[in-house]
C-alpha cells in the first residue's frame, strides 16, 4: 500500500462530519485504492462524542481507511496534512449580529490558518465549507502567508448542485444532461446561480427554459433560499448534502474537473470577471493536475453583471468587517 493521505477534518463530531468522515473513509474522495489517514478536529467538549464516530469508523473496516487520529489542538492535527476540510465554525445564535459571528470565526480561523501555515504538508489543499465559508477561508489563508494562495478554497459546490437538480426538474432532463453550471459570488442568499452559460443537452440552459420569469423569480430564489427551505422542512440544516458537495469540490480539485465541463469554486478572485483581486469568490472554473482555473472569455450581460457585482459587494463588505477587526 502506498503512504496513506492525511485527511484533516474539522468539526468533525458535528452533523456534516457525520456523513463525511464515512464517505471520505469509504474511498469516495480519493478512490478506494487510495489509504486514507483521517485526523479529527474538535472542541475539547466534543471529544467524547468524536470518540464515538470514531468507533463507528472501526466499526465499519473499511479497507482504504489507514488511520484516525483525534484531538483538540490543530497544530497537533494538522500536521503533515494533506487535505483540510474546514467544516467547524462558530454557528449564530440568537441575538448574534454578523460583527460577532466574523469575530467568533475570526478567532477560529486565524488560528488554523497559522496551524495549516506551520504543520500541513507541503501539496495541502484546503476547502473551508463552516460558514462564513468564503471570509473564513479568507481570514485563513491571510494567517497563512507560506501556503501558496491558490491552495485555499471555499465551497460553493452545495449550491452549484442544487443548482443542477432545480434546472433538471425544470426541463425534466436528468442531471448528467446538465454541463457548464456556474454559481457566482458569495455563499449566502446574494449568490448568484448563472443559467445563461449552463447547457442542457448541449443547448443553451436559459434558452431551453424559456421563461426568463421563473429564471428570476422561481430558480435563483430557491437555489438561493434552499438552505433555509431544509432548515424549515428538516429542522435541521443541510447536512447529507452539504458532505456530499465536499466530497465532489475537494475530488474535483484534487482528481480534475469533468472533459467540456466545469465547477463552481470560490477561490482567490485575480480580478476576473470585476471580482476585486483578493476576494474568495465562487467563479466557473476547470481543474486538473491539483489547480485550478478560472474559466476566462464568458460574456456577462446587464442581468449578470448586477447580480455578480452584488454578491461581490457583500465580500467586500465582509472583508472590510474582518479588516478592521484585526484578522486579516
Ligand atoms: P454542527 O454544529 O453540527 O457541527 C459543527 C462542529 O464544529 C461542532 O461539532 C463543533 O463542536 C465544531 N467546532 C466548532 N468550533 C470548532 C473549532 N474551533 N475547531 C474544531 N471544531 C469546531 O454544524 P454542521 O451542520 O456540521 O455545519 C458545519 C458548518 O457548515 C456550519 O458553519 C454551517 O453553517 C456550514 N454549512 C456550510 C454549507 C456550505 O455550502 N458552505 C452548507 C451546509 C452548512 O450550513
Redesign the pocket.
Known amino acids: 500500500m502506498s503512504t496513506p493521505v492525511k485527511v484533516a477534518v474539522?468539526?468533525?463530531?458535528?452533523?456534516?462530519?457525520?456523513s463525511l468522515l464515512f464517505r471520505i473513509a469509504s474511498g469516495e474522495l480519493l478512490g478506494k485504492d487510495t489509504p486514507v489517514e483521517l485526523r479529527l478536529?474538535?472542541?475539547t467538549?466534543?471529544l467524547k462524542?468524536l470518540e464515538g464516530v470514531v468507533m463507528e469508523l472501526d466499526d465499519c473496516a473499511f479497507p482504504a481507511l489507514a488511520g484516525v487520529q483525534i484531538g483538540?489542538d490543530?497544530d497537533v492535527v494538522f500536521d503533515g496534512a494533506n487535505v483540510a476540510l474546514l467544516?467547524?465554525?462558530?454557528?449564530r445564535t440568537k441575538g448574534m449580529e454578523r460583527g460577532d459571528l466574523l469575530e467568533a470565526n475570526g478567532a477560529?480561523f486565524t488560528?488554523?490558518g497559522r496551524a495549516l501555515n506551520d504543520h500541513a504538508a507541503d501539496d495541502v489543499r484546503i476547502t473551508?465549507?463552516?460558514?462564513p465559508?468564503n471570509t473564513n477561508a479568507l481570514i485563513a489563508m491571510s494567517n497563512a502567508p507560506d501556503i501558496p494562495t491558490e491552495r485555499f478554497s471555499?465551497?460553493?459546490?452545495?449550491?452549484h448542485n442544487r443548482a443542477i437538480a432545480q434546472l433538471a426538474a425544470k426541463v425534466g432532463a436528468p442531471v448528467t444532461d446538465i454541463r457548464r453550471m456556474t454559481i457566482w459570488g458569495n455563499?449566502s442568499a446574494t449568490q448568484y446561480p448563472d443559467l445563461f452559460h449552463a447547457e442542457v443537452g448541449g443547448r443553451n440552459a436559459a434558452e431551453a427554459v424559456g421563461d426568463q420569469s421563473w429564471l428570476e423569480n422561481t430558480f435563483i430564489p430557491t437555489v438561493a433560499k434552499r438552505?433555509a427551505a431544509i432548515i424549515e422542512a428538516r429542522g435541521?440544516?443541510?447536512?447529507a448534502?452539504?458532505a456530499s458537495?465536499t466530497i465532489d469540490h475537494t475530488r474535483d480539485w484534487l482528481l480534475g474537473s469533468a472533459q467540456d465541463d466545469w465547477v463552481s469554486m470560490a477561490v482567490r478572485s485575480d480580478g476576473s470577471y470585476g471580482v476585486a483581486e483578493g476576494l474568495i469568490s465562487s467563479f466557473p472554473v476547470t481543474t486538473a493536475g491539483g489547480g485550478y482555473e478560472i474559466v476566462q472569455g464568458l460574456e456577462i450581460d446587464d442581468f449578470s453583471r448586477a447580480r455578480i457585482d452584488a454578491s461581490v459587494a457583500e465580500l467586500a463588505e465582509e472583508r472590510d468587517a474582518v479588516t478592521k477587526l484585526g484578522l486579516i
Do not use: K
Request: no cysteine; glycine share 14%; aromatic share 2%.
Open positions: 474539522t468539526g468533525a463530531a458535528g452533523q456534516i462530519g457525520y478536529l474538535e472542541i467538549p466534543a462524542a483538540d490543530p467544516v467547524g465554525a462558530r454557528p477560529i488560528a488554523q473551508v465549507t463552516g460558514n465559508a471555499a465551497l460553493t459546490r452545495l449550491d455563499h438552505g435541521s440544516s443541510s447536512a448534502s452539504a458537495a
